[in-house]
């Protein structure tokens, strides 16, 4: 089929009113081979050529529409919106000159609340940029500047190094030599804290991998280990391994650090059991060693006041303003198992993986009666600064009751990072007595948040400006010729166009856009009408672990877990307490957000930008039951738009997922 034809179909699929999915894709088009959907990711492609596009979600990092920590579009955009996220799709990925592909992507508008007006104004922002340069070029014209060289100028007088980033209250714009200085004191403070009487603020993510040679307590069988970490007043619990005293937990835990929190981080391990449960030792870690230690990672730590134990222990402190940074992006592939332990004597395993990076997880399909599965599945996970270091694989058969765990793996991050790719890898299970799983790897990384920033291992506060002035020039040289170059090049008729396209979708959904990718590689689902009704999940937070903690409301636009995940690496300390509550609300616009009696205030959704808008439901409205009733009414009207129940996890008592 030609692209007209290709476009006939898809006309045809939407006609039907049928929402796109693999299953559409492949009955549609089974001539074409090359085509793939991720619900999750709110991704998929069509080509027929070798292109197999890698796809990622832009949360945080630099992109040419959106600069989400400042609030600010670029001004190319004129006057779209922006009405999905940032997909960005990687050069280099199996690419094939010729041919066709069509990318699909999510949205967030709903689509039978719309006009025909408003349906035709739904176009594609997309443009072709791929190194840091360009988009430094792109993030400049964000923020208004002009492209020259007295915009990258090194030279500041006294004063203006003086100068406060704000004057009587208005904000002023910071000078290069300033934002320098802030960037090396982001890295240096957090040493220069730790090392003194106060400790930084940020978060402290520990994992407790396994134990070994735990003390038996009990007169009968062995022990039910779990572990339990406090820091102050937050505490986390891990699941209880059974009937075992090498138990393996990689269980991941984070916490809030600020200036006045105590120093320690205790590890207690108890005996899950009937009535009170059995000590069986303890731990304690000074969290300046944490600090001090550039590679804390697989550290044995022995238990006291206990015979025998020791537990595996890593943890890496994130300071404030790095939580929510973006490191990159981890796609695997768990192929096969081999030789699978057969855990029941009666019969074969059912076994199925999952797969954890902290509280993110995975899970495959079980393969029915077999030690030699083949899964060939497929995931990924976003890898911010306060993730985990360790990904953890366990194999459990499916069973009826609880499923018998077979065995399990970690990979290390950083040893997929610096490799960059793991081809076909087979990794023998531990806590089994056979088995192996066959892993892909690959790691993509995030665009850089600041090109400038490197770690500095000299704790030394007090450093000469005219050395800073010189290692601004040296690093900023090389950008102002490619900023030059890229302007030459704007004229060419060949050149490195940076110029935004709008682009008709050749297919729309209640949930996804179809567009034909051409030679582009960033892409954003826009409209020229603002206010426009878009699905949105009203998502339930609290404060992780904390004693009487509120619940946070916040309007999230729907599709996929990534606003969700924003949330949660924000630094606010918060974890998701219940379920997501759709509804449809007009993006921009203020709805008061009532309760059977509490008007909580206002709630507003934005397409873009930081999450500022939420209510809070203070402990003191808790009622028994396990959810809570909402209304919303537009701020300025008393016409009810929304009436539903936000449902909670377990009547508010379970941990926060």
């Not at 919303?632 to 008592?653: M, P, T, V, W």
Request: net charge negative; with cysteine.
């Amino acid at each position: 089929m030609d692209s007209g034809e290709w476009n006939d179909v898809f006309a045809k699929i939407q006609r039907k009113g049928v929402l796109i999915d693999i299953n559409v894709l492949k009955e549609n088009f089974e001539d074409v081979v090359n085509k793939a959907f991720d619900r999750d990711m709110g991704f998929g492609y069509i080509s027929d050529n070798g292109y197999k596009p890698k796809a990622r979600v832009i949360l945080q990092g630099k992109n040419p529409f959106i600069n989400n920590h400042t609030d600010l579009l670029n001004p190319i955009l004129g006057n779209h919106l922006p009405y999905s996220q940032v997909y960005h799709l990687a050069w280099g990925a199996g690419g094939v000159s010729g041919g066709r592909t069509y990318c699909i992507l999510r949205h967030y508008l709903n689509i039978p609340g719309l006009s025909e007006e408003e349906l035709d104004s739904i176009k594609i922002a997309t443009c072709s940029l791929e190194n840091m340069d360009s988009i430094d070029y792109m993030v400049e014209r964000m923020e208004g500047k002009n492209i020259n060289e007295e915009n990258y100028s090194v030279t500041v007088s006294e004063e203006e190094r003086k100068q406060s980033f704000s004057e009587n209250g208005n904000n002023v714009e910071k000078k290069p030599t300033q934002r320098l200085l802030e960037q090396m004191n982001q890295i240096i403070s957090p040493i220069a804290d730790a090392t003194g009487d106060g400790l930084a603020s940020g978060q402290l993510v520990v994992t407790v991998h396994k134990a070994s040679s735990l003390e038996k307590k009990g007169l009968v069988g062995k022990a039910d280990p779990y572990v339990v970490l406090k820091y102050g007043t937050q505490t986390e619990k891990s699941a209880t391994v059974n009937n075992n005293h090498n138990p393996i937990w990689h269980f991941t835990a984070c916490f809030d650090i600020e200036e006045q929190s105590t120093n320690e981080i205790t590890m207690e391990v108890f005996d899950d059991d009937f009535g009170k449960d059995d000590f069986l030792g303890k731990a304690i870690i000074d969290i300046h060693d944490i600090f001090e230690s550039n590679d804390f990672v697989n550290k044995w730590i022995p238990l006291e006041n206990c015979k025998t134990g020791e537990v595996l222990v890593s943890a890496k402190f994130i300071p404030l303003q790095r939580i929510s940074r973006p490191v990159g992006h981890i796609s695997l592939t768990v192929q096969k198992g081999k030789k699978i332990e057969k855990k029941n004597m009666m019969k074969k395993a059912d076994p199925y993986v999952v797969i954890k990076l902290g509280k993110d997880q995975h899970k495959s399909e079980t393969v029915k009666k077999s030690t030699d599965p083949t899964w060939n599945y497929d995931f990924a996970f976003d890898i911010m600064e306060a993730s985990p270091r360790q990904i953890t694989f366990e194999v459990f058969d499916d069973d009826i009751g609880n499923d018998r765990p077979i065995g399990n793996v970690t990979l290390d991050t950083d040893t997929i990072m610096k490799k960059q790719k793991l081809d076909n890898l087979w990794t023998r299970l531990e806590n089994c007595k056979s088995g192996e799983i066959l892993i892909s790897a690959e790691f993509t990384p995030a665009p850089a948040i600041e090109d400038n920033e490197e770690e500095i291992s000299d704790t030394t506060t007090n450093i000469e400006m005219e050395v800073i002035d010189e290692q601004f020039e040296e690093n900023k040289v090389q950008q102002i010729a490619m900023a030059e170059k890229n302007l030459v090049n704007k004229n060419q008729p060949n050149g490195n166009h940076h110029a935004v396209e709008f682009i008709d979708p050749v297919y729309c959904d209640d949930e996804y856009v179809i567009v034909e990718k051409n030679d582009n590689n960033w892409f954003m689902v826009v409209s020229s009408n603002p206010n426009l009704p878009i699905n949105v999940n009203l998502v339930p937070f609290k404060q992780n672990l904390a004693e009487n903690s509120p619940i946070y409301i916040y309007p999230i636009p729907s599709g996929g877990f990534h606003n969700i995940k924003r949330v949660v690496h924000s630094g606010r300390g918060l974890k998701q307490c219940g379920y997501e509550k759709p509804c449809v609300l007009r993006a921009g616009q203020a709805y008061q957000f009532w309760t059977d009696i509490f008007n909580l205030g206002n709630l507003k959704t934005e397409t873009w930008g930081p999450d500022t808008s939420w209510v809070v439901y203070k402990p003191e409205y808790i009622k028994a039951e396990d959810c809570i009733e909402a209304s919303l009414k537009l701020a300025d009207e008393n016409e009810l738009k929304f009436s539903g129940s936000i449902s909670l996890y377990d009547r508010l008592s379970v941990d926060a997922a």
